[in-house]
């Protein structure tokens, strides 16, 4: 994949997105820079629609569908931020949208996708595998299939959130993105490499989800299975054929932190800075307050996202034992 | 007291408070206004420094006071979040603090006022009056008493909050904010309808702490006594001598909500919006949601706070039981 061509295809989706995606607030703390030493900027994309950064990717691809592809619809496998973006696009494009989701999936994950009027498919996560059973789907009926990162329109659509944070923050020295499959940490990359070659690009992982710092490392694809992590957003297997060549060309370094850091990091954001963020999105300032990352100059951090449910928020604060 | 000169303190407030207090931003939501039918702007002061609009009229109150002043030092009663802004101001500007507290007011309260360095004396609940208590310390010690809500620095300095939200959102119809003793209802009412005649101000309590709903509507300041809400800052036994007439005067009505009503829109708030916002501080929401407020037009809300501790928001979640 051609990077500069890429970098154009950010430029372009954030054109896609005006009106669409909010140009979401970025946040600084007096109490942050005091704690770390550095000056902050955090971009909420906890703020965007549906609560996460997916939003632009999906409306990034789904958009760019022909008539007679949206007249049949899109399929999708997630149960997570990624099932929301696909359904609200949908609804937003007048397209209709099939979600596999595994049989176990929470309720309320269920029923935010259906609020959207998605359809949803369930699998037996024993015995299936929910690519196998979207790709049947997507074959079966002429639906599209929108992968939840690997893909061009993907990428390009998470890295509108990193352009918008280098405009709105000029000569930053650092910037740090969470890392799940790579979507929003390559599109990250690309957009601020495309518009500063000097600033710093890091990726934040859980330690006990580190296939992705791992592949950088050794510049070989490694995987994870069902990491146990809270950080539900970054437990995805492996980096992806066109997410993992972009990180290792445009990302300076990746670095994990604990379970700890991660709920302390949830902790800070929600009492220090009154937002509520999901384990995943509070990834960034995890390795700010914890020093995985050393912190110094101009930092921006990508808040992922915000949909945390009340049970993981209280067991979080210790409130409740899970 | 004149109102046109109040307005013009709002005025210098703005001027004295620049720099110092944050200009918090205004946030709207899609999901808000479709609930509401209405278009509605949060101007969130739970991004205030120390989590609440507090410090705008404690910073206004104690940066007024000579250096002689200064020098023996401030004393306040609260055991919320004015003692923090008292506290923090204090040492801000180089003044020494005293916050007088109930002996039975929780530990996370005191140890917030005591990290800015405020020294605590506690009173007995039971026996004695917080007040008498504060009169006595100041008297003792010449250190300068500031009040809560009743005293026009601070008046002033509360009215600084809905002085920036009209500038940021013009033509509104309506500003909802929250009351307690009335500081901020008065300055916000003195600050809106100084600068737009036709924009009506309304103020938000609980039902079970309706004293100042009660005065409004009758003419005659009402009490109420350890009000049973959910909504500590509005928990104040009555409205002030300054406060009372300002609120006849500006006020276009007054509203109460439902305890359960300060819950649902503190969820609301939580999860559809990524906020954290106490219970206090989510009383015009509170009313817009539970459709004690008519909502129709542009409607300003002040979010007044978000110190909102980890038991009171698991409560609200139904995680835990109190």
Same mark, same amino acid.
């Given at each position: 994949?051609?990077?500069?061509?890429?970098?154009?295809?950010?430029?372009?989706?954030?054109?896609?997105?005006?009106?669409?995606?909010?140009?979401?607030?970025?946040?600084?703390?007096?109490?942050?820079?005091?704690?770390?030493?550095?000056?902050?900027?955090?971009?909420?994309?906890?703020?965007?629609?549906?609560?996460?950064?997916?939003?632009?990717?999906?409306?990034?691809?789904?958009?760019?569908?022909?008539?007679?592809?949206?007249?049949?619809?899109? =399929? &999708?496998?997630?149960?997570? !931020?990624?099932?929301?973006? *696909?359904?609200? @696009?949908?609804?937003?494009?007048?397209?209709? %949208? #099939?979600?596999?989701?595994?049989?176990?999936?929470?309720?309320?994950?269920?029923?935010?996708?259906?609020?959207?009027?998605?359809?949803?498919?369930?699998?037996?996560?024993?015995?299936?595998?929910?690519?196998?059973?979207?790709?049947?789907?997507?074959?079966?009926?002429?639906?599209?299939?929108?992968?939840?990162?690997?893909?061009?329109?993907?990428?390009?659509?998470?890295?509108?959130?990193?352009?918008?944070?280098?405009?709105?923050?000029?000569?930053?020295?650092?910037?740090?993105?969470?890392?799940?499959?790579?979507?929003?940490?390559?599109?990250?990359? =690309? &957009?601020?490499?495309?518009? !500063?070659?000097?600033?710093? *690009?890091?990726? @934040?992982?859980?330690?006990?989800?580190?296939? %992705? #710092?791992?592949?950088?490392?050794?510049?070989?694809?490694?995987?994870?299975?069902?990491?146990?992590?809270?950080?539900?957003?970054?437990?995805?297997?492996?980096?992806?054929?066109?997410?993992?060549?972009?990180?290792?060309?445009?990302?300076?370094?990746?670095?994990?932190?604990?379970?700890?850091?991660?709920?302390?990091?949830?902790?800070?954001?929600?009492?220090?800075?009154?937002?509520?963020?999901?384990?995943?999105?509070?990834?960034?300032?995890?390795?700010?307050?914890?020093?995985?990352?050393?912190?110094?100059?101009?930092?921006?951090?990508?808040?992922?996202?915000?949909?945390?449910?009340?049970?993981?928020?209280?067991?979080?604060?210790?409130?409740?034992?899970?």
């Amino acid at each position: 994949m051609n990077q500069i061509s890429l970098y154009d295809d950010v430029v372009t989706a954030r054109e896609r997105l005006a009106g669409e995606a909010h140009i979401t607030p970025v946040l600084t703390s007096r109490t942050l820079d005091e704690c770390t030493g550095a000056s902050v900027f955090l971009k909420c994309e906890n703020f965007q629609r549906m609560g996460a950064f997916k939003f632009r990717g999906a409306y990034n691809a789904i958009s760019q569908l022909s008539a007679a592809d949206r007249g049949r619809g899109v =399929v &999708a496998y997630s149960s997570g !931020n990624h099932a929301q973006a *696909v359904a609200l @696009v949908s609804k937003l494009l007048k397209t209709s %949208a #099939t979600i596999v989701m595994p049989n176990n999936a929470s309720t309320i994950k269920r029923q935010a996708a259906e609020g959207y009027g998605a359809t949803i498919v369930t699998y037996d996560v024993e015995k299936e595998s929910r690519e196998v059973v979207a790709a049947d789907l997507a074959e079966k009926h002429g639906r599209v299939m929108i992968p939840p990162f690997d893909h061009e329109h993907i990428i390009a659509g998470q890295g509108t959130v990193a352009a918008e944070l280098v405009d709105a923050v000029p000569d930053l020295d650092m910037v740090l993105a969470p890392c799940g499959g790579g979507g929003l940490l390559s599109g990250t990359a =690309v &957009a601020v490499k495309g518009s !500063n070659g000097n600033c710093k *690009v890091i990726g @934040v992982e859980p330690e006990v989800a580190d296939d %992705a #710092t791992r592949s950088f490392h050794t510049k070989t694809l490694q995987t994870v299975r069902n990491p146990p992590t809270i950080a539900d957003g970054a437990r995805t297997a492996s980096l992806g054929n066109l997410t993992f060549p972009l990180i290792l060309e445009n990302v300076d370094d990746m670095k994990t932190v604990t379970e700890d850091a991660i709920k302390e990091a949830v902790r800070f954001l929600f009492y220090r800075m009154k937002l509520v963020v999901e384990p995943s999105g509070a990834l960034g300032v995890a390795a700010l307050l914890s020093g995985a990352v050393r912190a110094a100059g101009k930092i921006g951090v990508i808040i992922s996202g915000g949909n945390i449910d009340a049970k993981t928020m209280c067991h979080i604060f210790g409130e409740t034992s899970r």
